[in-house]
């Protein structure tokens, strides 16, 4: 065996050494972070889950004292009813939440975004149909959402909640 071919032989198992302490560093701080933030727990529909982190406190403590309490979760209001739908919006949702709160660049207070007020007004006429006009659930783009006239439903009065953006 010639010179040349012990130090290829040296640089492969250096490289692969590397490779193998970055995977560990990254598989180790992965999982760290995943129990950290109880990971795990995003895949259920428990609302307290929401409270994961502090800064959704006042949306669970509203929701608690709303009419729709005993009927619905967050996931029934927030998430498509379909498996694919539910865990992609959720996937997402989880993403930009952590993002945010990790970088501390959310708004405040925190406002649903259009994507997520799509899956909302879906799944209030879903649930509603049945008492609801024909022309109110024709999903036209000159649609008002429900949560126009009926911005208290899901989370109560918005006492404490942060007012709107002057």
Not at 32 to 46: Q, W
Not at 86 to 98: E, F, P, Q
Not at 110 to 131: D, F, M, T
Request: hydrophobic share 35%; net charge positive; charged share 15%.
């Amino acid at each position: 065996m010639g010179q040349a071919s012990r130090q290829r032989g040296i640089a492969r198992r250096t490289a692969l050494l590397a490779l193998a302490i970055a995977a560990g560093a990254l598989i180790g701080i992965g999982g760290y972070t995943f129990v950290y933030a109880e990971g795990l727990s995003y895949m259920s529909s428990d609302p307290k889950v929401c409270v994961n982190c502090h800064i959704m406190q006042p949306q669970y403590d509203s929701w608690v004292k709303s009419g729709h309490h005993h009927v619905a979760t967050c996931a029934d209001c927030h998430l498509p009813h379909d498996l694919i739908g539910k865990y992609t919006v959720k996937a997402l949702n989880g993403w930009h939440h952590s993002k945010a709160f990790t970088l501390q660049d959310f708004h405040e207070p925190i406002a649903i975004k259009p994507a997520n007020a799509r899956v909302l007004q879906e799944n209030c006429v879903a649930c509603h149909q049945g008492l609801l006009h024909p022309s109110a659930v024709s999903g036209g783009a000159d649609d008002v959402p429900c949560v126009h006239c009926h911005q208290t439903v899901g989370h109560g009065e918005r006492a404490g909640l942060g007012g709107p953006n002057r």
